[in-house]
């Protein structure tokens, strides 16, 4: 397929418009630096499609691309300890109300009409009832957190571009992939190569973008069998989180990734060990005087077979097994004793002396919370759940409740990015009006029960009206009213409008009586 041609997928053809077939991200002039972002899209700077990922996380994490590297987040996200992790943090960020919406538009800061920004609350429920993101909140959110990235197809009617946008997809992270193809031209006075421009497109393949065996890393062997899709056609959002390089998007449980190794060795080592160690043994020391080491062994497996009765279920077949002949670490030790030594023995050898120790377990389960940025104490089922002061909330808890607000932020990338192509297709706004009065203005608000911060308020608030309470009687004589709602109340002067307009026109109070009992 020549490049400019259409592209059919689900049904549908993408293309550009003729006019706009050429239109590509310019770059900065004279510039030979390509431009940078945080969506850890590969570069090439060649036509071809032959790019791919190779990393090397630490020595005991090999990652190939980007395919084995989202697998290798998926299969720690099944540890217990990370699970429980990864649902404090999904069940913190996401609350599902009963009869409200997860996340609301904020418009506060949008200076538009009343009817735009009706129209616009209007696109963003309807972007929310095709992504169902009321009942599958909590799925979305985990997908990306534990991924680093989420994809969604945005299906339109190129017929008619005015319906907007007809249905949102989920595209599994495993099978996309953004590519910026960055083309350069040498500058004449100089001859030196500048970037001419820069060309951003994702590739869609149900293979997986896997590196195969044989195949050299770097190269992509499914990128010439993938769909080109345009930029407009897809929704992105990333974790914000790039490697040490950069370069390449990661989840947010990249830094846990050998924490969480480390503890699942030593949880097996603990089994081995226990296992080995738990039964108490005998050692018998059998006599067998000047008898040549062929026939001392013989004597010593004769005893053994008259001594010991080491019978084993077979649950395939269902009979019992003698299995005298085989010796085990788990059963009795016998050895021989050459003459000139003690006569026949029997002794006990100990069971280990400490098989209740965990404190290396616990210790490498903390490194693991610690790497998810999840208070210890939340994962602590003997840990009561406390309510308490606001001045006895600890670090921990603020520091997750920041990192939880983050995490928010980031997620809400999702709805403003659909609603933006949205309201463009409808007609609603333009690009530019987009760039000029919306970028960075509209916020997502998300639904929050988090007692810690309810807490926080309510303190901050009961301290604000203490201090007030002791200002009071300066009032009029060395602070004025105004100076006392805005460092003390910290009142803006539109929130100061609204007060004194809110309490003007509140009644007053009529049935008021004076000392003798009179109303006046």
Known sequence: ????????????????AKKDQDAVTPAPAASVVPP?????????????????????IYADLQVKDQADLIRKYRQAATHPEVDMAVEEIVNEAIVIPDDENVVEVNLDRVEVSAGIKKKISEEFQNVLNMLTFNERAHDIFRSWYIDGRLYHHLIVDNANLKLGIKEIRYIDSM????????????????????????????????KNFETKKGVPAGVDPTANQAVKLSVDSISYVTSG?????????????????????????????????????APERRIFYVDTGNLPKGKAEEYVNSLMTRYRNKLVY??????LKDSRKHMSMLDD??????????????????????????????????????????????????????????????????????????????FSKLFIGIL????????????????????????????KDNHYTELKDAEVFRERLGLMDQASQYVGEYLSKEWVMKNVFHFTDEEMEDMEKQIGSEPVPTNIGDDDGNET
């Open 175 to 206: 099978k996309m992939r953004k590519v910026r193809n960055v083309k350069k031209k040498e500058d004449k006075s100089t001859g030196v190569k500048v970037v001419n421009k820069v060309e951003e497109f994702y590739l869609f393949s149900d």
């Open 420 to 447: 933006r192509q949205q309201l463009v297709l409808k007609g609603i706004i333009t690009d530019s009006d987009w760039m000029e009065l919306f970028h960075n203005r509209i916020r997502v608000d998300f639904y």
């Open 1 to 16: 397929m020549a490049e400019g041609d259409g592209i059919k997928l689900f049904g549908f053809e993408i293309k550009r």
């Open 241 to 277: 989180v790039l490697d040490d390089t950069k370069a390449k998007v990661v989840s947010h449980l990249h830094k846990a990734l050998r924490p969480i190794n480390q503890l699942r060795m030593m949880e097996d080592s603990l089994i081995i060990y226990r296992l080995a160690r």
């Open 36 to 56: 940078t972002d945080d969506d850890g899209a590969g570069y090439v700077t060649a036509p071809s499609y032959a790019y791919g990922t190779h990393m090397n």
């Open 314 to 319: 077979d649950q395939a077949t269902g009979e």
């Open 333 to 410: 030790f016998w050895l021989p004793r050459r003459e000139g030594g003690r006569g026949t023995e029997v002794t006990t050898l100990p069971g280990g002396s400490n098989l209740g120790e965990i404190d290396d377990i616990k210790y490498f389960q903390r490194k693991v919370y610690q790497a998810l940025n999840v208070p210890v104490s939340r994962l602590e089922q003997e840990q009561a759940y406390s309510l308490g002061r606001a001045t006895e909330i600890n670090r921990e808890e603020i520091k997750f409740q920041k990192f939880v607000t983050r995490l928010r932020s980031r």
